[in-house]
């Protein structure tokens, strides 16, 4: 079993990849990051979360297989009840000569300190024995964060062409695209230094991995008693068939997922 502050780190920020296959003239894809505290209520009740460009859910990062992602990470975190230092593991990028750049604090890297910055360089590789098409996560790697429900989603260039011959599903679904990435998220009303310190003292109930309060869906949820939050909503159409790429994004929920009235049949799994 993890413990909190291994599963932590944690603004929650984490990354749901997709690198398009389709052949293009590999480029430098630049990102800033400037990562904050900043007032969030995605299930109405309001909290300090920690925000990458004051975006809630996060910043889309857009690029191609073979580009490379230059990503200057800005520290400028002021919370007292979360760690102000940070750093982000770009979870399941294959650090092709750039292991340096893998970015667990402790591990690769030391934090990046409050008012500091840290570009990260990264080219996206996939190679023939890999899938074409990849999706994984990321998130902050600093202990004693609370999850904050901070999702960066990156997926193709949504301005280039989209559709890959070669890929094996496609026969399979109609629209894959922005709006059929699905989001489960658990969210805590407390910070990560308020959930460990119920979570490790053992005479007081303690030992117990923390629940919830409500769960998210693409970032908005509701908890019992508390205001009716607009749900998320995806647009379909009558008979068009959508390949849905469900993430759980949570530090410790799992999920059954399913759409009443409907079918669900996978087509890929990948799991870190």
Request: glycine share 8%.
């Amino acid at each position: 079993m993890h413990s909190f502050p291994k599963m932590g780190l944690l603004s929650l920020l984490r990354l749901a990849l997709y690198l398009s296959p389709i052949a293009v003239n590999a480029a430098d894809v630049n990102y800033k990051f400037d990562i904050a505290n900043t007032q969030v209520a995605p299930d109405g009740f309001k909290r300090t979360g920690v925000l990458v460009n004051g975006v809630f859910p996060g910043t889309l990062i857009q690029a191609q297989k073979d580009d490379t992602l230059h990503i200057t990470v800005n520290d400028q975190l002021t919370d007292i009840a979360m760690r102000q230092s940070t750093g982000i593991h770009w979870h399941g990028l294959f650090q092709f000569k750039t292991a340096s750049e893998d970015g667990p604090v402790g591990v690769n890297q030391c934090p990046i300190a409050p008012g500091h910055s840290y570009t990260y360089d990264s080219m996206l590789i996939t190679f023939s024995s890999l899938p074409e098409r990849l999706i994984d996560f990321e998130y902050p790697s600093t202990a004693r964060r609370a999850p904050s429900g901070i999702i960066v989603i990156c997926l193709r260039n949504m301005s280039m062409a989209s559709v890959d011959p070669e890929d094996p599903h496609l026969s399979l679904y109609d629209v894959d695209d922005a709006n059929t990435v699905i989001t489960l998220a658990d969210w805590y009303h407390k910070p990560a230094p308020g959930i460990e310190d119920i979570y490790l003292f053992e005479d007081g109930g303690g030992n117990h991995e923390p629940i919830m309060d409500s769960g998210l869906i693409n970032g908005v949820g509701r908890y019992i008693g508390g205001s009716k939050v607009t749900r998320a909503r995806v647009n379909v159409v009558a008979g068009k068939r959508y390949r849905l790429r469900v993430i759980n994004i949570s530090a410790y929920a799992g999920y059954q997922f399913s759409i009443e009235g409907h079918s669900l049949t996978i087509i890929e799994v990948r799991a870190l």
